[in-house]
């Protein structure tokens, strides 16, 4: 429980959703700690997704919705990621459903998972140049 | 993936690499299964998606958020009216805005209607996959009733957009509710026509009974979700254990089995036919008199009356088609139970009038990581049973 203590960053809570700030750092560890936990397991990935917030910096934010199917509570996790090396562990160790929505998040935003088992695009074609929902694409594409 | 036709395993054995699809009829759309095979065995199955993929998520970026709802009727072409749902109550949430009793009933029949709709076409299918004809016939017959109640009340059989921020589109029409009624009547008899052919015909229990078996664990673990992960039995159902839109005033049941086979997803299908259909007799009896958008002239667009008699409603329906409402700003999840699992939609505001991320979480991006799981060890033959009970539908996996 010490680790989790200094990998929150900080909490919100706002419009019944409660999201946790978490360093990058230890995502992976937090995740398995959540997961694990007796009394509330978050044994659901639900969702896995990112926001991009170009031009300011941290410029990523990797976003996961758990649910605990047990007591059907929900919990947000975020975690803060620069620009220039927007990398993060992969959560597929500890839910092995990470996989496709990691692949998404590359695919679309350019965000690196560190030890993801087959990170490669998943939507668009192997050959295609840029990430279509990073803030600095356009949205009627390159011409 | 390799893409020659051949490779050697480690233990030495020659297996085939066979592609299935992305044309091909049993996969309910486009997608594509590398399958590799010994003999007729599935070994590994890796699924290839993206061929629909159209960006939906960027071009939200770049509408209002009101243009964004007829968008969301595409994803999930299936059950238009549940991703309607989805986005306007994550955009009211957003909003704090109160909907009106009425239209919350009035959403929670037409969102019923919506998975009967789903489960009819999908039952057609996988029992024609299955090689029963028959089931498809009956199933259509049924689902035309329900499109031409989608056609009374939004003008449209499929793409409807009947939902909207604040409420609903129109007031359904006059004699609307004595025809859903009738059908109400009428539908569990249909019900009982289809497992006439189906739940007691040997050879549809052959292709199905012990078939794609997938444990709780693995279905947890892989993201399963709706009633493939009820057919595990997992019991959840977000209807019932985190309500929205006044699911909390109407008694339903549950159904879960734990067969985790391919029938047990087809037992747990049916049942949720039997229980939707209570559920819209429950909205029918109980019906509250009212309006049916919420009182917000700054989000909801005035009637066409008050537009052309009364100078304030002209000036607000000008605002809002020119300049949008904004949202304040902030960040919500809103999960609804779909006819597939949970469809969630993650909306980012940043307090201006176009949503600043939207996010859709399909039940069937996540159904479709469990395929591979159940299909390895199995017969190529089972491999289509296994997609028709998971229930994919690629819009709403590629967006």
């Known amino acids: 429980m010490h680790s989790f203590a200094s990998a929150v960053q900080g909490a919100k809570f706002d419009r019944d959703e409660l999201t946790i700030w978490v360093a990058k750092e230890s995502i992976r560890e937090v995740c398995a700690i959540l997961r694990d936990d007796t009394g509330c397991p978050f044994n659901y990935l639900a969702d896995l997704t990112c926001v991009d917030w170009y031009p300011s910096e941290p410029r990523f934010e990797v976003v996961y919705h758990l649910l605990s199917i047990p007591k059907k509570e929900r919990v947000r996790l975020k975690a803060r990621l620069d620009g220039s090396s927007a990398a993060i562990e992969s959560v597929t160790s500890v839910w092995p459903s990470a996989n496709h929505y990691e692949r998404e998040v590359f695919d679309l935003f350019g965000v690196r998972f560190t030890g993801h088992p087959n990170l490669k695009r998943i939507m668009m074609p192997d050959d295609w140049e840029g990430h279509p929902l990073r803030k600095d694409y356009p949205v009627e594409g390159y011409r | ?96 805005l109160e909907i009106p009793p009425k239209a919350q009933w009035m959403r929670v029949l037409m969102n019923e209607l919506t998975r009967i709709n789903s489960h009819l076409v999908w039952l057609g299918t996988h029992a024609m996959d299955l090689g029963a004809m028959t089931v498809f016939l009956y199933c259509f017959r049924e689902r035309e009733d329900i499109l031409r109640f989608f056609e009374m009340v939004s003008g449209q059989r499929m793409m409807t957009s009947y939902f909207r921020i604040g409420g609903l589109a129109l007031e359904p029409p006059l ?225």
């Open chain 2, 1 to 96: 993936m390799a893409q020659g036709p051949v490779t050697i395993t480690e233990s030495g054995d020659r297996t085939l690499v066979l592609n299935m699809g992305p044309q091909h009829p049993s996969t309910h759309g486009v997608l594509r299964l590398i399958l590799e095979i010994d003999g007729e065995t599935v070994v590994r199955l890796k699924p290839e998606i993206g061929y629909l993929h159209t960006g939906i998520e960027k071009t939200c970026e770049a509408k209002f958020y009101q243009q964004v709802v007829p968008l969301t009727d595409r994803i999930d072409y299936l059950c238009p009216l549940t991703n309607n749902l989805t986005y306007c109550l994550a955009v009211e949430k957003l909003l704090g």
């Open chain 2, 175 to 399: 004699g609307f509710f004595d025809k859903v009624k009738k059908f109400a009547d009428r539908f569990p008899g249909n019900v009982d026509e289809y497992e006439a052919l189906l739940t007691g015909n040997p050879i549809f229990l052959m292709r199905t009974k012990g078939v794609a078996k997938l444990s709780a664990e693995d279905a947890i673990a892989l993201g399963a979700c709706g009633p493939t992960l009820r057919a595990s039995g997992v019991d959840i159902d977000l209807r019932r254990d985190s309500p929205y839109t006044g699911y909390e005033n109407f008694n339903f049941k549950v159904p879960v089995s734990d067969g985790c086979d391919v029938f047990a997803r087809y037992v747990c299908r049916v049942q949720e036919l039997r229980e939707s259909i209570g559920i819209v007799q429950q909205a029918l009896a109980g019906m509250p008199e009212g309006p049916v958008k919420a009182d917000a002239p700054k989000v909801v667009l005035p009637d066409r009356e008050k537009m052309k008699t009364q100078m304030e409603s002209l000036i607000y329906h000008f605002k809002i088609i020119t300049e949008g409402f904004s949202v304040p700003a902030g960040e919500v999840y809103q999960a609804v139970e779909s006819p597939r699992g949970e469809m969630g939609y993650y909306i980012v505001s940043d307090g201006t009038a176009k949503p600043y991320r939207v996010h859709m979480r399909g039940p069937s991006y996540a159904n479709l990581q469990a395929l591979a799981k159940m299909c390895e060890g199995y017969l190529i033959a089972d491999v289509v049973a296994a997609i028709g009970s998971i229930d994919v539908v690629l819009g709403d996996i590629d967006r």
